[in-house]
């Protein structure tokens, strides 16, 4: 991908998530925003069975997962769902 990165957009339930983790899983979820924001389709599509969910992405490492939403006219990803199963 060529130009600047997405800007990441988190919502107030995956904000509140996010705040009750530990720090190594917080940096980790921060980590794969970062790689997800300078390329948004490099990580699998959530559903892939939606022919109309592209946009829909989920970045994973281990046993945590951050669902995100591709927002192309405005460039960010609005962050749906974080969920760490530790």
Known sequence: ???????????????????????????????????????????????????EGEDVRIASAGRLSVIYFTNRPLRHLSVVDIVWLG
């Open 1 to 51: 991908m060529s130009g600047q990165p997405y800007a990441v957009r988190i919502s107030s339930t995956a904000a509140k998530v996010l705040a009750a983790f530990p720090e190594h899983a917080e940096e980790t979820v921060w980590d794969l925003l970062d790689v997800a924001a300078a390329e948004p389709w490099g990580f699998g599509q959530w559903d892939p069975a939606d022919p």
